[in-house]
Nanobody
């Protein structure tokens, strides 16, 4: 089993920055992939970013490319999401997911991840 705890969310003005953290316990994240998804009220869960633990390849949703950066720290068993140039449309609950087994672009599919955190709210004001 893997337990994931997100932190770092909050209220920020447009064009500001936040860094989300996802700390894992119970098992290391050193296999498969880890990802960030988000869900706004009334909308489906949306892929934000993912990273393959082996090799470090990264993937981003079109709406965040060039603004968000996903990274990992194996020693701390933690995944990060650096969010810059935030926009009001980035407002959502952000979820961390781990042990993703999707190959290729399947890494963007929520069902590929068996473990999820409880989510952290990010609110961007205009």
């Amino acid at each position: 089993q893997v337990q994931l705890v997100e932190s770092g969310g909050g209220l920020v003005q447009a064009r500001g920055s936040l860094r989300l953290s996802c700390a894992a316990s119970g098992r290391t994240l050193s296999t498969y992939s880890a990802g960030w998804f988000r869900q706004a009220p009334g909308k489906e869960r949306e892929f934000v970013a993912a990273i393959r633990w082996s090799g470090g390849n990264t993937y981003y949703g079109d709406s965040v490319k060039g603004r968000f950066t996903i990274s990992r720290d194996s020693a701390k068993n933690t995944v990060y999401l650096q969010m810059n140039s935030l926009k009001p449309e980035d407002t959502a609950v952000y979820y961390c997911a781990s042990q993703g087994t999707g190959l290729g672009l399947a890494i963007m599919i929520p069902s590929q991840y068996p473990y999820w955190g409880q989510g952290t709210q990010v609110t961007v004001s205009s």
